[in-house]
């Protein structure tokens, strides 16, 4: 019997307990009721309210202009949807990075006012441990995230796969070890390669949730317009796509154009 469907909610005692099973997490993006309502009933691990809801459901190139009230948002819809999934909610750019205090506040209040269980941070330098240390102490499961971390493109530059080089992974793993340390009950490894997401996987006692970060992590996690296929553009070697969503809505909502046009619909069976 798996772990997943013995318990009536998951936790990140759940989590924990997944990854000494060897049992796989499921995790993926919501930000509204209907889906995360279907997710849930799915039977998905975890759902993200990520701050990806900048990119695919507010249309910015970037994660950077999401604000903690729009994030609220998105969070208080999400948690309306589900009853056994684990929430996390993405602390959005702005809203941890200026020091410990300031994240600790801005988690309480995605905590107060959205229902959500969690909460995730970009980022494993000294003022990052510093804010997850402090989110923690006040009694606040934080997810950590690694590798590509959306919130610092500008200093980037670019989305491509990180720590390739030596020093870029030794960083890395001393990152993911000072997150456990602090307290983090599970990392996120975004775009890095596989060998280093296993390496830092087997070398952690909690969860690792890998996007673009090979099979050897504990969790994989995709975002929602990508794996439906409603986001036709995107199509990094990591994706893989369930649906078209695009194809299928695109002709769906087709055919009802041609059916009012023609009359079609409705019919005197679709009327009062
Ligand atoms: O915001 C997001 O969707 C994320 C995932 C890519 C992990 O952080």
Do not use: W
């Amino acid at each position: 019997m798996s772990v997943n469907k013995e318990i009536k909610k998951v936790t990140t005692h759940t989590l924990q307990l997944m990854k000494s099973a060897g049992e796989k997490i499921s995790m993926i993006t919501a930000y509204d009721y209907s889906f995360a309502n279907i997710f849930d009933s799915a039977g998905i691990d975890i759902i993200l309210v990520g701050d990806s809801a900048s990119n695919v459901m507010a249309g910015h190139e970037t994660t950077l202009p999401i604000t903690l009230d729009q994030m609220i948002y998105h969070a208080q819809s999400v948690v309306r949807g589900i009853s056994r999934c684990l929430v996390v909610v993405d602390m959005p750019f702005g809203s941890y990075q200026s020091n410990p205090q300031i994240a600790l506040a801005s988690a309480i209040k995605i905590m107060k006012e959205t229902g959500g269980h969690s909460v995730k941070l970009e980022g494993g330098d000294e003022e990052a441990i510093d804010s997850v240390k402090k989110i923690v102490s006040a009694g606040i499961p934080v997810m950590g995230h690694l590798g590509l971390t959306p919130q610092s493109i500008y200093k980037f530059g670019t989305y491509t796969v990180r720590a390739k080089e030596i020093d870029e992974a030794a960083k890395l793993k001393k990152d993911a070890l000072l997150l456990q340390e602090a307290g983090a009950f599970a990392i996120v490894l975004e775009k890095i390669p596989a060998a280093l997401a296993k390496e830092v996987s087997e070398s952690l006692s909690i969860p690792t949730i890998g996007i673009g970060a090979g099979g050897d992590c504990d969790g994989q996690v995709l975002v929602m317009h990508d794996m439906l296929g409603i986001n036709v553009e995107f199509k990094p070697r990591f994706l893989r796509k369930y649906l078209n969503m695009h194809e299928q809505v695109t002709g769906a909502v087709g055919q009802y154009i041609k059916d009012v046009k023609s009359k079609n619909f409705p019919n005197e069976n679709e009327q009062y």
